[in-house]
Nanobody, 125 residues
Framework: VQLQASGGGLVQAGGSLKLSCAASGRAFRSYDMGWFRQAPGKEREFVAAINWSGGSTYYTDSVTGRFTISRDNAKNTVYLQMNSLKPEDTAIYYC???????????????????WGQGTQVTVSS
């Protein structure tokens, strides 16, 4: 599956953005999906994940209650709604497919793949 993230931009603290991740291929609907982010000088980190049907999700603690991951399998797209944004949310955001099914429920980046180009999110204070 090939992935392309979009929807990033510059927003003030407290604002909102909705990211999209468009996937190619009919196999998309069979994959659990995740969002990651990488801030300057830092390692790429897990943000959120959603299972193939959209019925189960989990988040890293720092975004719980502010971010919502969702998907539309008919449109081959995964979304990340980001509310109450903070300057520390500034990063390049990437989507990825969970390639190791036993990795569901974890934040281990090694379980994910098919990385596409990310989208820059910048939150000003």
């Amino acid at each position: 599956v090939q992935l392309q993230a979009s929807g990033g931009g510059l927003v003030q603290a407290g604002g909102s953005l909705k990211l999209s991740c468009a996937a190619s291929g009919r196999a998309f609907r069979s994959y659990d999906m995740g969002w990651f982010r990488q801030a300057p000088g830092k390692e790429r980190e897990f943000v959120a994940a959603i299972n193939w049907s959209g019925g189960s999700t989990y988040y890293t603690d720092s975004v719980t209650g502010r971010f919502t991951i969702s998907r539309d399998n008919a449109k081959n797209t995964v979304y990340l709604q980001m509310n109450s944004l903070k300057p520390e949310d500034t990063a390049i955001y990437y989507c990825a497919a969970l390639l190791v099914p036993s990795g569901w429920g974890t934040s281990d980046i090694a379980n994910f793949g098919s990385w596409g180009q990310g989208t820059q999110v910048t939150v000003s204070s």
